[in-house]
């Protein structure tokens, strides 16, 4: 299950999810024809999850087999693998991808009735190649880890659809269709749209749907198709525009539309509503191809230094979340994502921030529903300047910024962008990236507030970069600093740093807690420890006016990399700060954090 709606109505789609093949393989060259395939591994899937690959750093190969009925054109979409990914089909490199936790596909045109064979060679170790997946305090485990999902498309497809719900009067709006080929190329088609007068219970919203058509696998005559979009969304059909591409062409076709009688999109209110984009070619008297998104009428912004959802002051109130689970790794089936999120909720929770990389969909779906406030982040940790200075480094995170935004830009849930937690950015060499890759995302989305969690206190110095200035301090744990003490002096180094006038977040606090290991004694790393500390945390942060948001380090207990220089001092390779453990067992904190999470309602 890719998401937790229908996407298609008219596209065949099919989740290619089961047992595949699967066998390890060392560096170097391969021959496909030439494997011995040893195991039988699930996908989607963790391959730590078969007892004898339960430390496995290094190369596999997945094989599977996919039937079509007739001659048609596929799109393979993998939803995640863990890190590194190259796909075969019968034999002939169709994809490449680097990071785990993003989504990337491959067209295949012309593809005959019958069998054919679909392999993956995966790659989950550390090298110079990958410059964001490296040794951490977190697993960086191996597999097709999120489902893959097999489409049969038609010559021309939806590729994505953009939705962006704005308040007020827009007047004089322009539907524009920009026009591109696969290696960048650009050109602009402009048509008038107006946009009608609000009345109460309307929003506008600016609605874009992305048409493609990828190069064809044979020479041929030149060919040009017409493509008309038609959008549905609340009862409305609206006219998004028509354009013509030739083979090897994009187009985003949309503009600004004024949506009558919809519900706002709230925490108490999470009204969705689906939106619905048909493909009809010209001379053709049925839609060929279509894209539901499920999306929701909100606005997110940061005035008078505080953050508003829909022009109402909010505070966020949550946690920072791994996706990792003893049994099943990073690959989250759906119900252990309901567990977390309803236990998340029972303690008082509004909100979680995905650290440190983007989460899968489904979760996303989640928060969606239950009105769960997300910060999302991009896959970067902890990266010192000389591991920033990787020559993969630049490339790899626009990479993953434009998935991200691109892929996660529909869930009403995320109101916040964020860029490489607790990295350099207290150095001018860092600050270019830092300002790099936040220009980037706001060029992607302006619709959203942009930060980044840092932890240098006063040597900060990029705070004026973005919309909220947000601090990773661990007051009672790694110092006896008194909480709201150090939390005064971090809004004052904040604004110092240029930070003045804008929304703060403590993005991370909190304490070791061994699950089981209690002792009247309070001494570190005990249950007793870690609630006295989260609570003195709390009680400051709950009683500080200008704060906006706290995100407990961490929901649960995690695996990290084994062996690498301070993670040494992790016991048992888990990070032990969760409120629950591992396996989702309450520890005495989870009480304190309910105490205060559902002591104060959300503002």
């Known amino acids: 299950m890719s998401r937790l709606f229908q996407t298609n109505t008219i596209r065949k789609v099919r989740e290619l999810g089961g047992m595949w093949d699967f066998v390890t393989v060392p560096d170097g060259e391969i021959q496909l024809e030439a494997l011995e395939y040893r195991y039988k591994l699930a996908v989607p899937g963790c391959w730590e999850t078969h007892p004898e690959l339960l430390t496995y750093s290094g190369r596999g190969v997945y094989r599977t087999k996919v039937t079509v009925e007739k001659r048609t054109s596929l799109r393979l979409i993998f939803k995640g693998v863990s890190h590194t990914a190259n796909v075969f089909f019968d034999g002939k490199p169709v994809a490449r991808h680097y990071n785990a936790y993003t989504a990337f596909d491959a067209v295949i045109r012309d593809v005959e009735a019958g069998t054919h064979e679909l392999a993956v060679l995966v790659d989950n170790s550390f090298s110079e190649a990958s410059s964001l997946h490296v040794p951490n305090d977190y697993y960086t485990y191996g597999g097709i880890i999120r489902p893959v999902m097999l489409e049969e498309i038609q010559e021309l497809f939806v590729?994505?659809?953009?939705f962006t719900p704005l308040k007020g009067l827009i007047e004089g709006t322009e539907t524009k269709a920009e026009l591109g080929s696969e290696k960048g190329s650009e050109m602009e088609i402009e048509s008038e749209s107006e946009a009608g007068q609000q009345s109460a219970g309307s929003w506008q919203a600016d609605i874009r749907a992305c048409v493609r058509y990828p190069a064809l696998s044979k020479k041929h005559t030149q060919v040009?198709?017409?493509?008309?979009?038609?959008?549905?969304?609340?009862?409305?059909?609206?006219?998004l525009g028509s354009v013509s591409l030739q083979p090897g062409e994009t187009a985003t076709v949309g503009g600004v539309f004024s949506i009558d009688e919809v519900q706002s999109w709230s925490q108490e209110n999470p009204a969705l509503y689906l939106l619905q984009v048909l493909l009809q070619i010209e001379g053709q008297a049925a839609p060929v191809?279509?894209?539901?998104?499920r999306v929701g009428f909100r606005t997110v912004t940061t005035e008078h230094g505080r953050i508003q959802l829909n022009g109402e002051d909010i505070v966020l109130q949550g946690f920072n979340r791994h996706e990792d689970h003893p049994l099943t790794g990073s690959s989250f089936p759906l119900p252990l994502m309901a567990q977390d999120l309803q236990l998340m909720l029972d303690m008082g929770a509004s909100a979680v921030r995905t650290s440190h990389y983007p989460n899968d969909e489904r979760f996303l779906d989640l928060c969606d529903e239950h009105g769960v406030l997300v910060w999302e982040e991009n896959h970067a940790r902890g990266l010192s300047i000389e591991q920033m200075r990787n020559p993969n480094f630049i490339w790899q995170c626009e990479q993953v910024n434009r998935e991200m935004v691109e892929q996660h830009y529909n869930h009403p849930s995320i109101v916040i962008w964020a860029i490489l937690n607790e990295c350099a950015s207290d150095l001018e060499e860092g600050r270019v990236h830092y300002?790099?890759?936040?220009?980037?995302?706001?060029?992607?989305?302006?619709?959203?507030?942009?930060?980044?969690?840092?932890?240098?206190?006063?040597?900060?110095?990029?705070?004026?970069?973005?919309?909220?200035?947000?601090?990773n301090l661990y007051p009672g744990w790694y110092g006896d600093e008194d909480p709201g003490e150090l939390c005064d002096a971090a809004r004052g180094w904040a604004d110092a740093a240029g930070g003045a006038g804008k929304p703060m977040i403590?993005?991370?606090?909190?304490?070791?807690?061994?699950?089981?290991?209690?002792?009247?004694?309070?001494?570190?790393?005990?249950?007793?420890r870690q609630a006295d500390i989260i609570e003195a945390n709390l009680q400051a942060y709950t009683s500080r006016a200008y704060m906006s948001g706290m995100f407990i380090w961490?929901?649960?207990?995690?695996?990290?990399?084994?062996?690498?220089?301070?993670?040494?001092?992790?016991?048992?390779?888990?990070?032990s700060k969760g409120i629950v453990d591992r396996y989702r067992r309450p520890k005495l904190a989870y009480e304190v954090v309910k105490k205060y999470f559902r002591g104060k309602a959300r503002l």
């Open 435 to 471: 300002k790099r890759q936040l220009e980037q995302i706001r060029a992607l989305d302006s619709s959203r507030p942009l930060t980044f969690a840092s932890h240098h206190r006063d040597k900060e110095i990029c705070f004026d970069l973005a919309d909220i200035v947000s601090c």
């Open 224 to 239: 040009q198709l017409t493509a008309k979009l038609t959008a549905t969304i609340a009862g409305q059909t609206l006219e």
């Open 289 to 293: 191809d279509d894209l539901v998104e």
């Open 554 to 575: 961490q929901f649960c207990d995690c695996r990290v990399t084994e062996g690498t220089g301070w993670l040494l001092a992790r016991a048992g390779t888990q990070n």
């Open 506 to 528: 403590m993005s991370e606090f909190g304490a070791d807690g061994h699950y089981g290991l209690r002792d009247p004694n309070r001494v570190r790393g005990t249950e007793e």
């Open 159 to 162: 590729e994505r659809l953009s």
